[in-house]
């Protein structure tokens, strides 16, 4: 790995003025930035602890919505989420495997937009607020394809807004040597109607099936959607699984996550 | 190049670290406490599984600048203060829970956090606690064993693979 000069601010406005200073980046969890830095995929000059900024942190609830810390770990959500949010909290449970819970964080998934990774679909699942250091942006337009966000340069997620659900459930397939979601699929009933947001499937990274969430939106039972198919055109293709596969298991998964929701 | 502070095993320890420096480089190069393994270097073994502030921790996977003032516990603080081994790796010797032994310190630091977490783990509980600490020679039956063994429950009775 190549060498950089460390920073660890304590304040949101101290992070986004060392992001400032030439070829810095924001380091959150590691989780993913460590690993791609051994590969040397990136090298920053800089890089930009945002561990350290209390600010950031914890989970809190504000009427029907719950407020996550950008740098949460996903082992702090699925405790403190777990009973105003179950289905979010069980989502944060089954990234990764326990060391890697313990240190990585939810603003370091949704920036790095990993077509496969769960809390894009919880984000975009429930039209979570992703809150920054400059303003508010709407799940449905943060994310824009694969491993690419609504992100500027330098601006750093502070935390998210969730709405919470009347009932929810995320239903993962499992990769079992990445621990990633082979597919994973979030249904969110809300009084508004149902949202249906699916991980680990398209090569364009996250989505919405709009027809899935039309016919729970109507009826919410697992059978209303079983008729329903999407196309595997842009599914993703490897070793795993075929564009079918994926196309197939979208639909299963959504199934699953509406019987463990109801 | 700035130092870094931390408590390990309980002790007060410095060192001048990069920038890149992990932890498990820290502890390894930086302090000669080799019992921490580096495995597969890429986050994916659990064989460099640390506590840090009682957590299970991929010491591989975090730069030891960013964990200024952390306590942080290795395999080396695992035995008792007369250096006899601790409950859990008595219980890896008893139930034989090694075979090359490669893997056996990310096993027992991550034993030491789901037990602190939850003491008497059902089988089901343990082999998901474990899923990210892979063990090459797959040993997992009688690694199972010496956990259930070590949270003081009949290590006997597992069901077969």
Redesign the interface.
């Known amino acids: 790995m190549h060498n950089f000069e460390f920073v660890k601010p304590a304040s949101v406005a101290d992070a986004v003025a060392a992001l400032g200073r030439g070829e810095a980046q924001p380091l959150s969890g590691g989780q993913t930035l460590i690993p791609s830095m051994k590969a040397r995929l990136n090298a920053p000059e800089i890089l930009v602890s945002l561990t350290g900024i209390t600010e950031m942190q914890g989970v809190s609830r504000d009427g029907d919505s719950l407020t996550i810390g950008a740098a949460t770990t996903h082992a702090t959500v699925a405790r403190d989420a777990a009973s105003d949010f179950p289905g979010l909290a069980a989502l944060a449970g089954q990234i990764g495997d326990p060391a890697v819970r313990n240190r990585g964080t939810l603003g370091g998934s949704v920036a790095n937009n990993d077509p496969s990774a769960c809390y894009p679909a919880a984000v975009l699942g429930t039209g979570a607020t992703i809150v920054t250091n400059t303003r508010e942006i709407a799940a449905d337009d943060f994310f824009q394809g694969m491993f690419t966000t609504a992100l500027d340069e330098g601006e750093i997620i502070t935390g998210v807004r969730f709405p919470i659900a009347q009932a929810s459930a995320y239903a993962k397939f499992l990769q079992p040597a990445s621990r990633f979601a082979l597919t994973g699929v979030f249904v969110a009933k809300y009084a508004s109607g149902v949202r249906v947001a699916v991980t680990g499937a398209s090569e364009n990274g996250v989505f919405r099936w709009a027809e899935a969430e039309a016919a729970l939106s109507a009826q919410f039972d697992a059978e209303a959607v079983a008729g329903l198919s999407v196309s595997p055109h842009e599914m993703i293709s490897d070793l795993h699984g075929t564009p079918e596969y994926r196309a197939h298991l979208v639909r299963v998964m959504n199934q699953r996550g509406v019987r463990a929701a109801s | 190049m700035?130092k870094v502070t931390m408590k390990v095993n309980g002790r007060a320890v410095s060192a001048e670290t990069?920038?890149?420096t992990?932890l498990s480089g820290y502890l390894r190069e930086g302090l000669g406490l080799t019992g921490t393994h580096v495995g597969c270097?890429?986050?994916?073994c659990?064989a460099c599984?640390v506590l840090?502030d009682g957590?299970?921790?991929?010491s591989c996977?975090?730069?030891a600048?960013?964990l200024?003032g952390a306590e942080v516990t290795t395999i080396e603080g695992m035995a008792n203060p007369d250096g006899s081994l601790g409950v859990i790796q008595q219980a890896f010797q008893d139930y034989h829970g090694l075979q090359c032994g490669f893997c056996t310190p990310g096993m027992v630091m991550?034993t030491a956090?789901?037990l602190a977490e939850n003491p008497r783990p059902s089988e089901e509980e343990v082999r998901h606690?474990l899923?990210?600490?892979i063990c090459r020679c797959t040993g997992y039956q009688n690694i199972v064993r010496a956990v259930m063994a070590a949270s003081g429950q009949d290590a006997g009775a597992l069901a077969a693979e």
């Open positions: 700035p990069e920038g890149r992990l270097d890429t986050s994916q659990g599984v840090v957590q299970a921790v991929k996977t975090a730069f600048a960013d200024e991550s956090a789901l606690y899923e990210g600490n």
